[in-house]
């Protein structure tokens, strides 16, 4: 099966015209102050490391100022800010199911927001390679709108 993928990958990799838009990105949720995102964040930069550079975007919604103790008034200008941004990558339902939380990572499809999987802690960097891997199969072959990922789907929206 990891063969079958990495194979998939490479020709991926070689039909991606230099200067494309990526194919995937994923809306992390992270902090500074969160220890989960201290584990996952570093396994996340290492998995995109084996696609071609541009080919998936991250796009950090950064609850770092958003700390326990910081004024109402900021929290509130950090968690707009935030959802502004999910909103300019699709992603503005994914703010409704996890603003504020961090430790998650949703991959979602760049042309139309669609998810297709998750990342948090628990994953190997080997693991979320490999359903970096699936989600771009998903998302360059895959018809928009009906873009079903294998194995677990992202957590229950949380509000």
């Not at 990891?2 to 902090?31: D, M």
């Not at 909103?87 to 998650?104: R, S």
Request: aromatic share 6%; net charge neutral; with cysteine.
């Amino acid at each position: 099966m990891r063969a079958i993928i990495a194979s998939l990958a490479i020709s991926f990799a070689a039909a991606l015209p230099a200067g494309a838009e990526p194919v995937l990105k994923i809306i992390n949720f992270t902090a500074d102050w969160c220890p989960n995102c201290q584990i996952l964040n570093p396994r996340l930069d290492e998995a995109i490391k084996a696609f071609p550079e541009g080919s998936i975007e991250i796009v950090n919604l950064d609850m770092t100022k958003a700390r326990r103790g910081t004024p109402q008034l900021e929290v509130v200008q950090v968690h707009t800010d935030a959802m502004r941004l999910a909103g300019n990558h699709n992603a503005a339902y994914l703010w409704n199911w996890y603003g504020g939380v961090t430790g998650i990572a949703a991959v979602i499809s760049a042309d139309n927001g669609e998810p297709l999987t998750c990342f948090m802690r628990t994953l190997s960097t080997d693991q979320i390679e490999e359903r970096l891997n699936l989600a771009k199969i998903l998302a360059e072959r895959g018809t928009p709108g009906q873009r079903k990922p294998q194995g677990p789907d992202c957590p229950a929206p949380m509000r």
